[in-house]
């Protein structure tokens, strides 16, 4: 991706380029990683990059493992989910960019190219039981915000008892 490009990505909404900031990768790994702890549940991330730019993002952060991955280009399941368009706030508040620095410090876990997506899409986390009803739910407030995935799992596990 060029500079032209990555610019032109934060100036639109609408082009597609993705967020694969540090916050995305650090979350798609602790996914991963309940997904691995729980082998009798059906772990699914939606990519809002389409299938090249995903399954090259996948492969820089180790692989889906046990994490079924479907990848909306179009954002069509986001929206069903109630999952659209954050605002610039939502993306470039001050405590969203230290955990940015925060995580890449910290963790090893920084920026990576963009290929496409959108920079602006709302991320959300449910968990679902097998009759399809929605046992637990979080949309971001804001762009670094990481869901409690133990959380949603003792949501669907409480449920299915």
């Known amino acids: 991706m060029t500079f032209r490009q990555e610019l032109a990505s ?10 694969q900031v540090p916050e995305t990768e650090k979350t798609f790994r602790s996914f991963r990683s309940a997904a691995e702890s729980h082998p009798d549940l059906h772990f699914i991330a939606v990519s809002h990059s389409d299938r090249e730019a995903s399954d090259k993002w996948l492969a820089s952060v180790d692989g889906a493992g046990k994490v079924q991955v479907i990848v909306d280009a179009e954002r069509k399941l986001y929206a069903q989910w109630g999952l659209g368009v954050s605002s610039f706030w939502h993306v470039l508040n001050p405590w969203s960019l230290w955990s940015v620095y925060k995580t890449g410090k910290e963790e090893g876990i920084w920026n990576k190219p963009t ?25 971001a407030s804001t762009a670094d915000e990481a869901a409690d995935f133990d959380q949603a799992v003792q949501a669907v596990t409480a449920w299915s008892t």
């Open 115 to 139: 290929e496409s997506g959108n920079r602006w899409q709302t991320a959300g986390s449910f968990a679902v039981d097998k009759e399809g009803l929605i046992k637990w739910g979080k949309r």
């Open 10 to 19: 934060w100036w639109s909404p609408g082009r597609l380029q993705t967020a």
